[in-house]
């Protein structure tokens, strides 16, 4: 899980949600783009946890999960919860759909990975204007 699919993962989940309100978009990339939002939300939990953010973070992230959520068309939520669980441990999934330990997929450390995540989820917000 590098910081690049990170930042894909995020500019997908605001990316999309414009593109769902001109035409359909595969149920399967928005479950995708849901699951993702809800993993990288028990990362920022896990990172204010260890003390690397300020809980106002995961005010932040929850506002991503209440965005992706609220994409038209509906969205599969069912693997919300386990996608979220394995971010709290830490484990964040990568381009590959397989799950890995942010400290061995963080090669800049683990308090700059979280740092740089929740500026990832702050500037998403803004550039949808929440």
């Known amino acids: 899980m ?10 997908s989940t605001f990316s999309t949600f414009n593109v769902a309100q001109a035409e359909d ?7 995708n783009v849901y699951d993702s939002t809800r993993n990288i939300a028990g990362l920022i939990t896990y990172c204010v946890d260890k003390g690397f953010l300020k ?6 992230a929850k506002k991503m999960v ?7 068309g509906g969205v599969d939520t069912s693997d919300g919860d386990k996608n979220e669980a394995y971010g709290r441990e ?13 400290e061995s997929a963080a090669p800049q450390g683990v308090e700059a990975w979280c740092k740089e995540a929740d500026e990832g989820v702050r500037e998403g917000l803004k550039s949808v204007g929440l």
Do not use: C, H, Q, W
Not at 2 to 11: D, E, M, Q, W
Not at 66 to 72: D, I, L, R, T
Not at 93 to 98: A, I, L, Q, T, V
């Open 90 to 102: 830490g484990k964040g999934k990568g381009p590959d759909g397989k799950y890995e330990r942010v």
């Open 55 to 60: 809980s106002d973070s995961t005010e932040n």
């Open 25 to 31: 978009v595969d149920p399967a990339a928005m479950k």
């Open 2 to 11: 590098k910081n690049a699919a990170l930042i894909f993962v995020l500019t």
């Open 66 to 72: 209440a965005f992706a959520k609220g994409m038209p």
